[in-house]
C-alpha cells in the first residue's frame, strides 16, 4: 500500500492535521495535498463536490504527500463504496447517533468477513497493486460525533469494533446544545462536551478528531484531540480574499473561519 500519512501519526501517538476541500477543483485538491498537512478531505456533504468531481480530486490528492479521505453526504453503504473504490483512504460518516449506525459504517468499509462492502476498487487499485490485502487494515472509519444525542450514546459507538477514529461537527453539536452554530469556547456546555468525547475515545483506544482552524489548532491538541483540520479551501480564499482587498484599500480585515 501507499504511504498513509495519517495512519502514521496515529501509530506513533502523535496528532494527525489535515486540511478540508470543499470546491470542486483539481488544482485546489493538488495544492492542499503539498500543503505540509497529513491529510486532505474531499467534502461530499457540505461541500459543492459530488463524485464526479471527487474521483479527479482523489487522482490529484495522490500527487501529494497527504492521506486522501472524504466526507461521504450521509451513511449509505453505495456512496461510501464508491467513494472507498474511487480512492479515498478514509471516510468521514455524518450523524451517527447510535452503536448501530455506528456498526453500519464500519460493514460499509470492510470487506467480509468484517463487513459487506462490495469488491470492486476499480480506480483505487491503479495506485495500490495490493490493495484488497490492506485495504480493511489501511481504509480508516470514522463516525462523526455531532449531536447531543450521540455524546449521550457515546460509550456505545465507541464499542463497536472497526471504529478507527471519530469526527466531531461543533456546528451541529453546538445547535443541539441550543448555541449558535459554530466553535463555542466560550459557553461550557460545549466545552464539556468535547472534554466528554475525548475521554470517551480516550478509554476505548480511539483516535478524536474534529473540525477546527489554524487558530484554535494549539487548544484543541491540549484538550487531546488527535485529527484536527486547521484549514479549508473555501475559508482560506475568503480570509486571504477579503485581507488582500482590506489592505488594497488601505484598512485591515480578516475572513474570519467557517465551521461546516
Known amino acids: 500500500m501507499r ?26 485538491a493538488q495544492m492542499m495535498a503539498t500543503s505540509d498537512l497529513d491529510y486532505a478531505c474531499i467534502d461530499q456533504q457540505h461541500g459543492a463536490v459530488d463524485y464526479s468531481n471527487a474521483v479527479p480530486m482523489l487522482q490529484a490528492i495522490e500527487l501529494g504527500s497527504a492521506t486522501p479521505i472524504a466526507r461521504v453526504p450521509w451513511n449509505e453503504p453505495g456512496i461510501i463504496g464508491k467513494t472507498l473504490d474511487a480512492g479515498a483512504m478514509g471516510v468521514i460518516v455524518p ?46 472509519v470514522i463516525p ?7 455524546v449521550d450514546s457515546l ?10 477514529a471519530i469526527y466531531v461537527g461543533p456546528a451541529d453539536l453546538s445547535l443541539t446544545l441550543g448555541l449558535p452554530p459554530g466553535n463555542n469556547d466560550d459557553e461550557p456546555a460545549f466545552v464539556e462536551a468535547l472534554e466528554t468525547i475525548v475521554a470517551g475515545c480516550r478509554r476505548h483506544g480511539i483516535v478524536a ?39 488594497a484599500r488601505g484598512s485591515r480585515a480578516t475572513g474570519g473561519d467557517a465551521i461546516y
Do not use: K
Not at 473555501?234 to 486571504?240: D, E, K, M, N, S
Open 3 to 28: 504511504p498513509n500519512p495519517m495512519r502514521e501519526r496515529w501509530q506513533a501517538g502523535d496528532a494527525a492535521l489535515g486540511g478540508w476541500l470543499g470546491i470542486p477543483s483539481t488544482v485546489s
Open 95 to 140: 450523524m451517527v447517533n447510535s452503536a448501530a449506525e455506528a456498526e453500519a459504517v464500519v460493514r460499509s468499509c470492510r470487506y467480509a468477513p468484517a463487513g459487506t462492502r462490495s469488491f470492486g476498487p476499480t480506480r483505487v487499485a491503479l495506485s495500490h497493486a495490493d490493495y484488497f490485502a490492506g485495504a480493511n487494515d489501511e481504509v480508516a
Open 144 to 150: 462523526m460525533i455531532e449531536t447531543t444525542e450521540a
Open 155 to 164: 460509550d456505545e459507538i465507541l464499542s463497536v469494533p472497526g471504529i478507527d
Open 209 to 247: 478528531g474534529i473540525h477546527a482552524s489554524a487558530a484554535l489548532t494549539e487548544r484543541r491538541l491540549e484538550m487531546g484531540f488527535r485529527m484536527i483540520t486547521v484549514t479549508g479551501d473555501t475559508v482560506g480564499l475568503r480570509r486571504v480574499l477579503a485581507e488582500d482587498a482590506a489592505t
